[in-house]
């Protein structure tokens, strides 16, 4: 099967606006929305579903690698090297810093998506996802994720499928993992 090439959004390399450097994230939302983490650019850029720039937003970001729209419009972000989960109000306010625990590694990257009043984090250098509460940040659980003698080596990218079904790439295993919190 192949595809076809629609269209692509984003009008080249720079630091205009609708320019991007180094791309790294990007989601949609409720809104109809691509929400684009702009690491090199220290932004997230939001373009309608036809490619034409709404808004930039996340001023003080710094190199934003992950980006999650939550159902209520708000925008999760996270950025490399953070130690927290970044929550914009939909027009790009700072509402809230949600503080991670870090691991030793200084390098951490942190993935994030919204799993309807709580958010999943992935952290690849602890080898863990913990789900937070979107409001406070508390960590409700910490799935480890051990099945036999396998356990997650660097939980990456992930994707919230309802409230508690998360798909998870794990990098280094070259796969995906369905992963489901116990109750």
């Known amino acids: 099967m192949e595809g076809r090439w629609l269209y692509h959004i984003g009008n080249g390399t720079g630091v205009e606006a609708g320019e991007m450097q180094g791309p790294?994230?990007?989601?949609?939302?409720?809104?109809?929305?691509v929400l684009v983490a702009d690491c090199g650019n220290h932004r997230v850029q939001v373009f309608t579903l036809d490619g034409n720039l709404k808004r930039i937003m996340g001023e003080g970001l710094r190199y934003p690698i992950c980006v999650a729209a939550r159902?209520?419009?708000?925008?999760l972000v996270t950025e490399r090297g953070g130690s927290s989960v970044?929550?914009?109000?939909?027009?790009?306010?700072?509402?809230?810093?949600?503080?991670?625990?870090a691991?030793?590694?200084?390098?951490?990257?942190f993935h994030v998506c919204a799993m309807g009043e709580r958010i999943a984090v992935s952290d690849a250098a602890s080898h863990v996802v913990r789900v937070?509460?979107?409001?406070?940040?508390?960590?409700?659980?910490?799935?480890?994720?051990?099945?036999?003698?396998?356990?997650?080596?660097?939980?990456?990218?992930?994707?919230?499928?309802?409230?508690?079904?998360?798909?998870?790439?794990?990098?280094?295993r070259h796969s995906i993992v369905f992963v489901q919190e116990e109750k």
């Open 24 to 33: 790294c994230g990007v989601a949609t939302s409720r809104r109809n929305e």
């Open 132 to 172: 937070l509460d979107a409001g406070s940040g508390e960590v409700l659980s910490q799935l480890l994720l051990q099945h036999h003698d396998t356990s997650l080596i660097s939980p990456n990218a992930l994707a919230a499928y309802d409230d508690s079904l998360i798909a998870l790439a794990d990098h280094a």
């Open 71 to 75: 159902k209520s419009g708000e925008v």
């Open 103 to 109: 691991s030793r590694q200084t390098r951490n990257e």
């Open 86 to 101: 970044k929550v914009l109000s939909p027009d790009g306010r700072l509402v809230a810093s949600l503080p991670l625990a």
